[in-house]
Structures are given as C-alpha cells and as structure tokens.
C-alpha cells in the first residue's frame, strides 16, 4: 500500500489579482507534491480562495458589483488561469463560496455551538479590515495602527460568538511539547508561545453583524461567520467532511498513517498554529503533522504586495523564459523557510549558471559525444573502471539518498541544491576523463564507453530527480536519451547502466545562455509595466 501525503496551500484573499509571491507557495507545494507522486506517494494536493469578509464586501461595493461577481471575476480569469500558466498540478480548487464549504462550516459552527464551545457576547475593540484581525487597545498602542500592517484600525461595537480558547490552551501546549516539528521553523513556535499564549489567550470571536458577506449562522442569521472560522475549515471541507461524500476525507485526514502538511506565509501562523489546532480538537478530530511556515519573496523596496504596488507578475517572465525557468528560479533563489528578494540581475544568473551553463551543458556535451563516438548509441555498462567512475556513480545514489530526505524534512530548496551538485560533478567528470583524448588511442575505448554510460546515467537521473521542477525540460533530456514513456520510472535511477543500447537524439538547446544585459533591461520593464496589463 502507498504511503499517503495531504499538502495545502493557505487560500489565497482574491481582493486583487495574485502575483509572483502568490506564485512562489503555490509553486513551492507543486514541487513538494510532485515530488512525493514521483517516489510513489498518494497524494493529495489543495488550494483555493478565502472569499467572504467586509473587504471583499467593500470593494465589490466599490467597483459596482457583487461580492460574488466581484470574487468570481477574480478567481476565474486570474487566480485559475495563473495555476495553469505555472503548471500546478493541485488535486482540487477550493472556494468558501463553494456550496460544500458553506453547509459544512455551517455544520461545524452547530456542533460547536451545542457542546459550548461558542458562546453568544459582544465585542468591543480596535479592529483592521485589511488584516481581519481585531486587536487589543495595548496592541494597536497611542496611534491605534494595526500591529501587522500598520494601517489605521476602527473601534467596533458588535454582538459576536466567541470560540472558547481557554479550554484548550493546556492541550495545546501540551500537543507543542510532544510534536516539536509541528511548527516549522521552530523560532515561530516560541513566537507563538511567548508572544500570544503565555500573555493570556483570549477567546477568539468567530462572527460579525456589521457586514453582511458571509456564511449566515442558522441559529442566529444576523450573524456570518467571521474569517478565519471559515477559511481555516477549508482543510476538511475540500476532502468532504461531514458530507454525504467522505472517502477522502477518511482517507486523507482521518487515516493516522498520512502525512498531513499545511504551508503558510507568517503573518496567518497565528490562527494555523494557535486556533486551527483548537477547533480540530473541539471536533475530535486529529491534527496535521507540520504547519510549515515559508518565507517571502521580496522586492528591493520590501515585502511584494499588491497594495503597495511593488508585486511583478509571473507572466510576462513565462512568456519570455517559459514556465520552466521561472519555476526553479522561485525553488532556487529564496531557500524555502527564508526571505530571499527578486531582482533581474538574480534571475538572469541563475537561469544562466545552473540551467544553460550546468545542466544544459551536460546535456549537450553528453549528448554530442555519444553520436561522434558511437553512431548515437549509449554503449554498454562496463561498470566502474577506475576511481572516477565509482566516484560518479556512488554520488548518484548518494544524491538520490539525500534528495528523499530533504525533501522529506520539506528542506526543498537544499533536495534540488543536491541535484546540481550532482551535474556539476559530472561536467567536472567529462574534464577529468577528456573523453576527446581518449578517443584517439584504440586501447581506450571500453574506458570511454563507460565515460558515456556514466554520463548518460548521470543526466537520466538528475533529470527524473528535476522533474517536479522542470515539468516540460526534464523530458526533453529523457528524449534525448531515447527513454520511451514507459522507462520514464523513478526507480530507475538505481539501475545503473539500463540506458545501454538506446539511440541519442540531439535536440534544441535546453536552456539557451541569456543576454545578461539585454534580459536584465527586459525583466526591468516587465517590473515597470502597469500590473494589469502585464497579468493579461
């Protein structure tokens, strides 16, 4: 039986259309989940949109439209068409405007409602619109900004439910200390504890009556179900919990032995981290393995954001490098779990240094070799003749090794950091052997066979391990190599020499070098188009 691996993006707030830091998560859980269907993983892979709340209510009211209008344009023409253009490969698209979501949050708010988890009070406090977070008058301090955006907050005065926290914080620490991977990176754990918990965690108010957009509450239909309520149940409500339909949902939630792996941006760690837990343990139901929390791809001016402007769309660069190039610059560039900043110098770089100079390369070194020296036949595996070949081809199942672990540990970047090590070996491999030396001399020849069937092998692999990331390039290198479809198997990177016999075929470059210049100027105009226009 396969093992199983349930992974989710947070839902993405459709107030504007997404850009490249929308991309780099969605993307990220693209490679991880491909990854793991690559290995022989079950999995299931979710994402969607968090659609309800007064911000959408307000700038639908804005524009003239619906809320849902509003949302539906969004979602369909450019969040949908974005996740084609990047090649994710999700399993299902939820909305929280989807019916199932709808009747099911407002299932779970019953149950939770009966057994006195929520209660009926009134909040008074400061509250921010943009981050739906109310807040403290401590923690918007004198000037009364929001602590997460800064922005200016309104005093509210409203009826609401409140979720009772106090009856689980025991629990949840105590869940904290016995998972301590729950939380990754660890210092967000220790945010959480100190920060939130230990001061005194207040029950969480889980609905509104100032606004209207929202999943009514049956028992009481002047309230909607506030925010994060709604949107963290996205989780279970995709996979048909409390639904007529549940398979997956036992199969994906409920079966202990899936790994179950949310990932996040860090400014909604507190309620996947805090609260989600929480409401699973209200509905007696088990928790995720790892909430991890990515970092954010940033711009020179700071953080990319739609409000502030500064976000650059994926298009234009698929267009111009294909989708290929832009998904490992978002896997190379920022190492998942850090910051890291995009700018034109990098991108072009990177493409240039690992994808034309080192993969490409070898490729095409590789490639040419074999049709000068055997008619295009890859020879016959001679095994490891000298030093160099057992080197080679000990660091291939070494890399493949180390590849599965750090994927494994949801260290992504590092997993594919093994890979071009390992193309990098065999361009120095190809240096160290100078298979055009041996070629002249007659007495070489079965060394210079087993030169090309490490090569071969060598590429084989690393373009099986890359193919999460290069979903069109690393078929190209199986084409080159002559693999039929059927040969196209993860498991064959351990069989050493089982390219032997198959005809080479030398096709385009793969990554053709960049202008370094010219691209830079290109991707700067990109960043300067109007964000509309360039997302179209």
Not at 184 to 202: A, C, R, Y
Request: net charge negative; hydrophobic share 35%; charged share 25%.
């Amino acid at each position: 039986m396969s093992k199983k691996f349930y992974i989710t993006t947070p839902i993405y707030y459709p107030s504007a259309s997404p850009h490249l830091g929308h991309a780099y998560c969605t993307t990220l859980c693209d490679i991880i989940a491909r990854g793991k269907r690559l290995r022989g993983y079950d999995v299931f892979f979710l994402t969607g949109t968090d659609e309800h709340g007064e911000k959408i209510e307000d700038n639908a009211a804005a524009k003239g439209v619906t809320p849902q209008e509003f949302v539906d344009e969004i979602v369909n023409d450019k969040f949908l068409p974005l996740w084609k253009a990047m090649e994710i490969s999700n399993d299902d698209f939820i909305r929280t405007t989807d019916k199932r979501h709808v009747e099911t949050v407002q299932k779970i708010f019953s149950r939770m409602l009966a057994q006195d988890d929520i209660y009926l009070s009134s909040y008074t406090g400061w509250y921010c619109v943009h981050e739906e977070s109310y807040w403290t008058e401590t923690q918007v301090g004198p000037e009364h900004l929001c602590p997460e955006c800064h922005r200016p907050v309104e005093k509210k005065d409203e009826p609401a439910y409140f979720f009772r926290c106090g009856k689980y914080v025991d629990s949840l620490l105590d869940f904290y200390s016995k998972n301590p991977d729950f939380i990754t990176p660890v210092s967000k754990k220790n945010e959480m504890v100190n920060t939130f918990i230990k001061p005194g965690l207040q029950d969480l108010c889980v609905s509104r009556t100032s606004f209207d957009w929202g999943i009514q509450v049956k028992e009481n239909p002047e309230h909607v179900v506030y925010v994060w309520l709604d949107a963290l149940t996205n989780y279970i409500t995709a996979l048909g919990y409390l639904q007529e339909n549940n398979e997956k949902f036992k199969e994906f939630w409920e079966d202990p032995s899936t790994e179950i792996v949310h990932v996040i941006g860090a400014d909604i760690t507190r309620f996947h981290t805090i609260y989600w837990p929480m409401f699973l343990q209200s509905l007696g139901l088990r928790q995720p393995n790892r909430v991890f929390v990515h970092g954010l791809l940033m711009m020179k001016d700071g953080k990319m954001s739609k409000s502030r402007g500064n976000a650059i769309s994926a298009y234009p660069l698929i267009d111009r490098y294909g989708v290929d190039a832009v998904r490992y610059y978002l896997l190379s560039e920022v190492p998942f779990g850090q910051d890291g900043t995009f700018t034109p110098e990098q991108f072009v770089t990177r493409v240039n240094q690992d994808l034309a100079n080192n993969l490409g390369n070898l490729l095409n070194r590789t490639a040419s070799m074999i049709l000068k020296y055997f008619d295009g036949v890859i020879p016959a595996w001679k095994g490891d003749l000298d030093e160099l070949d057992k080197e080679l081809s000990s660091l291939t199942l070494k890399t493949k090794t180390a590849y599965e672990s750090y994927n494994d540990e949801l260290k992504v970047s590092e997993a594919y950091v093994e890979v071009m090590n390992l193309v990098s070996r065999a361009n120095k491999y190809i240096e160290e052997k100078a298979p055009w030396a041996l070629a002249k001399d007659p007495s070489k020849k079965e060394e210079l066979e087993s030169a090309m069937a490490h090569l071969a092998h060598v590429l084989y692999s690393a373009g099986m391990m890359m193919k999460p990331v290069l979903v069109h390039k690393s078929d190209a290198i199986f084409d080159a190599l002559g693999c039929e479809q059927e040969e196209r198997e993860y498991g064959n990177i351990e069989r050493l020499g089982f390219l032997s016999g198959h005809k080479v075929v030398k096709g385009d470059q793969l990554f053709p070098r960049l202008d370094v210049e010219k691209e830079i100027q290109a991707i700067a105009e990109m960043m300067a188009a109007p964000k509309e226009k360039a997302a179209a």
